[in-house]
């Protein structure tokens, strides 16, 4: 099964259901595969098969299309992170050789200086005053279009490079069809349901639109979230589902109109891409009477792999806390690990013990572009491993424990940074907090907190050491506190711990 062939079933079995409702627009089934259709053959017209079709923008109708044409036609999508800067889309082109750039006008604008002896030949955009993708869609030639097979590659899709360069991840069509399928049997999609994306489409999340395009239903479209943007097209659509990074659910648990009565439609709200503070996963489910679920997956998974859901995190609240830590279990297509992260070869490690977590099944990708050493430390006999550390538990239960590069070494000690941010979350005064390693001469590393306050709850260093100080080992606790105003977040939400650990320095005053 390819990814198009996912809306061709969907648009034969319901061809008048709308599949995307857009800036006040219902695209329906028919229409979308009509838009992909022509996409698909305009962009044969002007490319070989194979050829790399980087595409440059927010969530737009048109990126919409190049989800399913560009496989469809048997090219490969890459998506651009629009957050990035032009020397990076440049270098993401450069790398891939792109031969066609599909766009939104001031990003297209904002990288042509830099697009000057690279392979890119052809350039479409998509907004503006004189946008070029409704001529260049409009009645494209009849060319003939490959048949690809699942085996063949549908998308490179850069990492969000949170711990270094970003690297380009091989996802075939049937690895992304595999990561829907997977989530889909890990989070059931209702046969009523609304979706609302609020990810962007060129982090992997996107893959919900093939989720909920595989059971005909429709996504409610936002360029990027915005919290009161959120809240109306939940009232206005009657949205019942939608995935939040932990940074939307605490904006909109901030937000004084995300009433429950506001958001009543909702029956679930997913979240992932990084660990949800319990805290604040607590007052979200006390907040919203919604269900809950959880998923962790990655780049190199085409989407999620392993998934708590709504019954777990009822129990969670009501008497069974380890559960409002744990990430879950794995869907039916994936297997889960726990392998010595220090070995080159798989080793396991006995249950309960931290080590890295490793995933098999058909949603694995198949390497990264053009760079075999990273595939070859990343794929081990088939199996991916993720740099994720975590344990499992004797009910099949994984615990993420932290990234890998992000455990703090102090005095000989391994600190897990994820630990001590749920532990400084209890403090009212925090709203937001990362925790990083900052070089000591005594201990090697000590660790660091930087702490976005909350407004009107006045809290000092002492105090956030204090919280810390009564929950965890001594060695834990931060020895340098520092309040920011806001956290170097990612598209999907995560913290850049790269630029904290440079920003915090900075703040310290490190030669
Ligand atoms: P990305 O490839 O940008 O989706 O990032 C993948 C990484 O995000 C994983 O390797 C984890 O470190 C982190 N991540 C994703 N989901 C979760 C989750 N549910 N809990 C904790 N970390 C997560």
Request: hydrophobic share 45%.
């Amino acid at each position: 099964m390819r990814i198009h062939d996912l809306l061709l079933r969907a648009t034969v079995r319901s061809p008048d259901a709308p599949a995307v409702l857009v800036d006040g627009a219902t695209v329906t089934f028919a229409e979308l595969s009509d838009r992909v259709d022509r996409l698909a053959r305009a962009v044969a017209a002007v490319t070989a098969p194979g050829d790399r079709i980087a595409f440059l923008s927010e969530n737009t109708l048109p990126f919409v299309d190049a989800y399913y044409a560009v496989p469809r036609a048997g090219r490969v999508l890459v998506p651009l992170n629009y957050r990035l800067h032009p020397s990076e889309w440049a270098d993401q082109i450069a790398r891939t050789r792109a031969t066609t750039l599909i766009g939104e006008t001031a990003l297209v604008e904002a990288l042509r200086p830099r697009l000057d002896g690279s392979t890119v030949r052809t350039v479409v955009t998509i907004d503006g005053p004189d946008p070029t993708y409704d001529a260049f869609t409009a009645d494209p030639p009849m060319v003939d279009l490959p048949d690809p097979t699942d085996a063949d590659l549908a998308w490179v899709l850069f990492t969000s490079g949170t711990t270094g360069t970003p690297k380009g991840a091989l996802l075939t069509h049937r690895a992304m069809v595999a990561a829907a399928t997977n989530t889909a049997l890990g989070r059931p999609v209702a046969p009523d349901d609304v979706y609302l994306l609020a990810f962007a489409l060129c982090h992997v999340a996107g893959y919900n639109l093939l989720i909920m395009h595989m059971h005909a239903r429709p996504v409610v479209l936002v360029r990027r979230f915005d919290p009161d943007e959120f809240i109306a097209l939940t009232l206005a659509h009657r949205v019942s589902n939608t995935s939040l990074a932990p940074t939307m659910v605490s904006a909109l648990l901030e937000h004084p109109d995300a009433t429950p009565s506001a958001l009543a439609s909702l029956r679930q709200i997913a979240y992932g891409s990084a660990a949800v503070p319990a805290e604040v996963l607590r007052r979200a489910m006390e907040r919203w009477e919604c269900d809950f679920a959880q998923g962790y997956g990655m780049t190199e998974l085409g989407g999620n792999a392993v998934f708590l859901g709504a019954a777990e995190h009822r129990r969670g609240v009501a008497d069974e806390p380890h559960l409002l830590h744990a990430a879950g279990r794995p869907g039916p297509l994936a297997a889960v690990r726990i392998v010595d992260a220090e070995a080159v070869d798989l080793i396991d490690l006995p249950i309960g013990t931290t080590g890295e977590i490793a995933v098999h099944g058909p949603q694995v990708f198949a390497g990264y572009w053009e760079d075999p050493e990273a595939t070859a430390a990343t794929l081990v006999d088939g199996w991916l491993r993720t740099g994720d550390l975590g344990r499992l538990d004797t009910e099949g239960l994984l615990t993420i424990v932290d990234r890998k590069k992000d455990i703090i070494v102090s005095g000989g000690e391994n600190v897990a940074s994820r630990e001590v941010e749920e532990v400084l979350h209890r403090h009212p005064g925090v709203l937001e907090v990362a925790v990083v390693g900052v070089p000591d001469d005594h201990w090697g590393e000590v660790v660091c907190a930087a702490v976005v306050t909350r407004p009107g709850v006045p809290i000092d260093a002492e105090q956030v050491i204090d919280v810390s100080r009564q929950h965890l080992a001594s060695y834990k606790k931060p020895r340098h506190v520092v309040f920011v105003e806001s956290l170097p977040r990612n598209t999907s939400g995560k913290v850049m711990k790269h630029v904290l650990r440079e920003q915090v320095a900075e703040l310290l005053g490190a030669p």
